[in-house]
Nanobody, 124 residues
Framework: QVQLVESGGGLVQAGGSLSLSCAAS????????MGWFRQAPGKEREFVAS????????TYADSVKGRFTISRDNAKSTAYLQMNSLRPEDTAVYYC?????????????????WGQGAQVTVSA
């Protein structure tokens, strides 16, 4: 069993930056693919970014490409999401997720474990 605890987020004006962290329990964090999803009010949860365990390769949703950066620190069992040039449409609850395999998938069903979510609000 893996537990994920998110931190960060908050309120920022459009054009600003925020960062999220996701601390994972478990002794084999380095083998897990880490992902971030988000869910805006009244909308379905959508993929944001992922970082794979084997190569550190990353995948981004087109909507955040060039603005968001996902990274990981295996020594700290923590994944990060740096969000720059934020827009009001980035407002959502952001969820950290993980799965114990290498995956390029961008769908929720590819991930086994989920965090509790962190609110990100971007004002116009």
């Amino acid at each position: 069993q893996v537990q994920l605890v998110e931190s960060g987020g908050g309120l920022v004006q459009a054009g600003g930056s925020l960062s999220l962290s996701c601390a994972a329990s478990g002794r084999t964090f380095e083998r897990y693919t880490m992902g971030w999803f988000r869910q805006a009010p009244g909308k379905e949860r959508e993929f944001v970014a992922s970082v794979r365990s084997s190569t550190g390769g990353t995948t981004y949703a087109d909507s955040v490409k060039g603005r968001f950066t996902i990274s990981r620190d295996n020594a700290k069992s923590t994944a990060y999401l740096q969000m720059n040039s934020l827009r009001p449409e980035d407002t959502a609850v952001y969820y950290c997720a993980t799965t114990p395999r290498v995956t390029f998938a961008t769908t929720q069903d590819a991930y086994l474990y989920w965090g509790q979510g962190a609110q990100v609000t971007v004002s116009a």
